[in-house]
């Protein structure tokens, strides 16, 4: 499904597109999106590793759950 947008660009910023876009500028604002989107997900990705690196109770909570996995396998 596509969707059609109407957006404001300077001229300066118009002159670009239409030089860097050539006729498909769709294509090309889709594919920076994409792309912004992309490091997006993965800056937020990042953050959340990172405070659950920081998280002492979590890693506590984590060890122990490797102990009884471990311990659970150890039995099989």
């Not at 597109?17 to 090309?28: I, K, P, Q, T």
């Not at 792309?35 to 937020?44: E, G, H, M, P």
């Not at 990172?50 to 659970?72: I, R, V």
């Amino acid at each position: 499904m596509t969707h059609r947008v109407t957006i404001t660009l300077d001229a300066e910023t118009f002159a670009f597109l239409n030089d860097v876009a050539g006729s498909n500028r769709s294509a090309y604002v889709n594919q920076l999106l994409k792309q912004d989107r992309k490091n997006f997900l993965q800056a937020a990705l990042r953050k959340a590793n990172q405070e659950e690196a920081e998280d002492t109770n979590y890693q506590e909570e984590l060890q122990a759950w490797e102990s009884t996995l471990s311990d659970g396998l150890a039995n099989d």
